[in-house]
């Protein structure tokens, strides 16, 4: 069982940045690959980026590519999503995600076992 809590939310102008942060419960933190989704008020969860478990390779949607950075830091036992040159369409709530996939799988909702309960990150125009 592995239990995450997301901060780090809130709100910002257009162009600016956010850092989020997720930590994670438990001592098998880097036995999971590690994901941020996001969604917007009407539309699907949608993935955003994705790092795995060891290697420190990362995924990005094309909606985000070059504009935000996944980290991890297994010793804290966190995951970051830097964010920066917000834009309004990156208004969201954005959720964390522990997954025991691997590769492309992690692009995809079903890959993950384990949720926070979200961060609410809204960009003002």
């Known amino acids: 069982q592995v239990q995450l809590v997301e901060s780090g939310g809130g709100l910002v102008q257009a162009g600016g940045s956010l850092r989020l942060s997720c930590a994670a419960s438990?001592?098998?933190?880097?036995?999971?690959?590690m994901g941020w989704f996001r969604q917007a008020p009407g539309k699907e969860r949608e993935f955003a980026a994705a790092?795995?478990?060891?290697?420190?390779?990362?995924y990005y949607a094309d909606s985000v590519k070059g504009r935000c950075t996944i980290s991890r830091d297994n010793a804290k036992n966190t995951v970051y999503l830097q964010m920066d040159s917000l834009k309004p369409e990156d208004t969201a709530v954005y959720y964390c995600?522990?997954?025991?996939?691997?590769?492309?799988?992690?692009?995809?909702?079903?890959?993950?076992?384990?949720w926070g309960q979200g961060a609410q990150v809204t960009v003002s125009s």
């Open positions: 995600a522990a997954a025991s996939r691997v590769g492309d799988a992690l692009r995809r909702n079903g890959a993950y076992a384990y």
């Open positions: 438990g001592r098998t933190f880097s036995s999971y690959a």
């Open positions: 790092i795995s478990r060891n290697t420190g390779y990362t």
